[in-house]
T-cell receptor
Framework: QKEVEQDPGPLSVPEGAIVSLNCTYS??????FMWYRQYSRKGPELLMY????GNKEDGRFTAQVDKSSKYISLFIRDSQPSDSATYLC?????????????FGSGTRLQVQP | DTAVSQTPKYLVTQMGNDKSIKCEQN?????MYWYKQDSKKFLKIMFS???????INETVPNRFSPKSPDKAHLNLHINSLELGDSAVYFC?????????????FGQGTRLTVV
């Protein structure tokens, strides 16, 4: 079983819809949670990150972390065709010897105009 | 002005060959990484260098050898290429050790072994 699980999709929604992307994880030591967006044939770029539990909002994007359920979410409001990409969650512990990000496998999102 | 640049962008080569991928970052970051992304988009850490020192060396075949001549460069050399090495390889850098702050990725090198 992978440490981080993510539904690969594809998830297809109409323009303007609210999108919910999710990851579950098994390592309770994870404290930092990130969402990366990856366009086709490009490298991932950071969208948002949160520390521990709670919500964080940035424009049309909201990240949520529920550590008790080991579940994180990214919500996209008023989705646009330009949001079509693969969304990767990533996480890492606060302070261990192995301080690199563990990524989910990504969810491919398609926003139809 | 590219922050993290990799060369080449595409690499097609035969089994058994030796090849190198170069990476340079102009962000002044101390930490650099190599990630491998398979066909299912799963992104897995291979190596991490902090100030030219190897910090992470995941379970990858020893045919893969990273080299960091200075803080701004982290190259990846692969010996005796195999079909299973076909993937997209991403170089990344971050200001902090661990990538809590933003990790900047290069555009990737798509390696195809035939």
């Amino acid at each position: 079983q992978k440490e981080v699980e993510q539904d690969p999709g594809p998830l297809s929604v109409p323009e303007g819809a609210i999108v919910s992307l999710n990851c579950t994880y098994s390592n309770s030591a994870f404290q930092y949670f990130m969402w990366y967006r990856q366009y086709s044939r490009k490298g991932p770029e950071l969208l948002m990150y949160t520390y521990s539990s709670g919500n964080k909002e940035d424009g049309r994007f909201t990240a949520q972390v529920d550590k008790s359920s080991k579940y994180i979410s990214l919500f996209i409001r008023d989705s646009q065709p330009s949001d079509s990409a693969t969304y990767l969650c990533a996480m890492r512990p606060m302070d261990t010897g192995r301080r690199a990000l563990t990524f989910g496998s990504g969810t491919r999102l398609q926003v139809q105009p | 002005d590219t922050a993290v640049s990799q060369t080449p962008k595409y690499l097609v080569t035969q089994m058994g060959n030796d090849k190198s991928i170069k990476c340079e970052q102009n962000l002044g970051h101390d930490t650099m990484y190599w990630y491998k992304q398979d066909s299912k988009k799963f992104l897995k850490i291979m190596f991490s260098y902090n100030n030219k020192e190897l910090i992470i060396n995941e379970t990858v075949p020893n045919r893969f050898s990273p080299k960091s001549p200075d803080k701004a460069h982290l190259n990846l050399h692969i010996n005796s290429l195999e079909l299973g090495d076909s993937a997209v390889y991403f170089c990344a850098s971050s200001q902090d050790w661990g990538g809590v702050l933003e990790a900047f990725f290069g555009q990737g090198t798509r390696l195809t072994v035939v």
